[in-house]
């Protein structure tokens, strides 16, 4: 079956960098979408970066863009997320989706989820 294993996530001061990684196993397919998602605390989840491996442009929120980079390391079978110039409103969990197509732009409508990775960002 269909594995994602986060890593990466950590405290950091406003304007600081992270990265997470997602690390998969299980597939079926060759190719597939990968997508980051985050949840705020009390807020509802929002897709922040998703690209399709077998190639394409990524989607990425407009809360994000300029500031987060998603890239797959197909070789690895693993997705990363750079995130520079972290503000406090990054702050919480950070989910691993994939699917063997991508949804439509922003919808987390994934199959296979990761259990997420702490992110925390002080002012």
């Known amino acids: 079956h269909v594995q994602l294993v986060e890593s990466g996530g950590g405290s950091v001061q406003t304007g600081g960098s992270l990265r997470l990684s997602c690390a998969a196993s299980?597939?079926?397919?060759?190719?597939?979408?990968m997508g980051w998602i985050h949840q705020a605390p009390g807020k509802e989840r929002e897709v922040v970066a998703a690209?399709?491996?077998?190639?394409?442009?990524?989607y990425y929120a407009d809360s994000v863009k300029g500031r987060f980079a998603i890239s797959p390391e197909n070789a690895k079978n693993t997705v990363t997320l750079q995130m520079n110039s972290l503000q406090p409103g990054d702050t919480g969990m950070y989910y691993c989706a994939a699917d063997s197509h991508c949804p439509r732009p922003g919808e987390a409508l994934f199959t296979y989820w990761g259990q997420g990775t702490q992110v925390t960002v002080s002012s």
């Open positions: 690209i399709y491996t077998g190639g394409g442009s990524a």
């Open positions: 299980g597939y079926t397919y060759s190719s597939a979408c």
